[in-house]
């Protein structure tokens, strides 16, 4: 579990979504742990157990993670509801959304390749030039999304 969440933290892309949302590192590592450790372990798993796959030495204090996992929650259900409030005011049919809807998909198209690469446990050099190329793009077209500026209305 650990070895994963460096991993993943430690993703080039998961770090650039990481510093433009609004989980903390911290916080999403939580999350990540009390969401996923139940199907890694086979078993329902306490919040006292969780909390030792924390990345820290040692994990984090039950209350510690409980802390962090409710920090991390209210964040997840608060991006959700802002998603459900621009889709009801009809923000998503702006123009201005589009390069976001745009990099989504590319995200998602990202994940196929990957897990199927993966799956398939092809280490090809073409296939791992492919992931590496859309990789970069990826990266590059987040950074530049992530500019408060690039929001504003395009219509």
Same mark, same amino acid.
């Given at each position: 579990?650990?070895?994963?969440? @460096?991993?993943? $933290?430690?993703?080039? !892309?998961? /770090?650039?979504?990481? @510093?433009?949302? =609004?989980?903390? *590192?911290?916080?999403?590592?939580?999350?990540?742990?009390?969401?996923?450790?139940?199907?890694l372990a086979g078993?329902?798993? /306490?919040?006292? *157990?969780?909390? %030792?796959?924390?990345?820290?030495?040692?994990?984090?204090? %039950?209350?510690?993670?409980?802390?962090?996992? @409710?920090?991390? %929650? +209210?964040?997840?259900?608060?991006?959700?509801?802002?998603? !459900?409030?621009?889709?009801?005011?009809?923000?998503?049919?702006? =123009?201005?959304?589009?390069?976001? $809807? *745009?990099?989504?998909?590319?995200?998602?198209?990202? $994940? =196929?390749?990957?897990?199927?690469?993966?799956?398939?446990?092809? %280490? /090809?050099? &073409?296939?791992?030039?492919?992931?590496?190329?859309?990789?970069? &793009?990826? &990266?590059?077209? !987040? &950074?530049?999304?992530? @500019? =408060?500026? +690039?929001? /504003?209305?395009?219509?």
């Amino acid at each position: 579990m650990q070895k994963w969440l @460096k991993q993943s $933290i430690n993703d080039p !892309l998961v /770090k650039i979504l990481i @510093k433009n949302n =609004t989980l903390t *590192e911290k916080q999403l590592e939580t999350f990540l742990i009390d969401v996923l450790s139940d199907n890694l372990a086979g078993k329902a798993l /306490k919040n006292e *157990e969780k909390a %030792r796959f924390r990345l820290l030495d040692g994990g984090v204090s %039950r209350g510690a993670f409980n802390r962090t996992l @409710k920090q991390a %929650r +209210n964040n997840v259900i608060k991006s959700i509801y802002t998603l !459900l409030l621009l889709g009801y005011l009809g923000v998503f049919e702006s =123009t201005s959304l589009v390069p976001y $809807i *745009e990099i989504s998909n590319k995200l998602q198209n990202y $994940i =196929t390749t990957y897990r199927d690469v993966r799956k398939r446990n092809e %280490r /090809k050099g &073409e296939q791992l030039r492919m992931l590496n190329i859309l990789s970069k &793009e990826l &990266e590059i077209n !987040l &950074e530049q999304l992530s @500019k =408060t500026k +690039n929001i /504003k209305n395009r219509t």
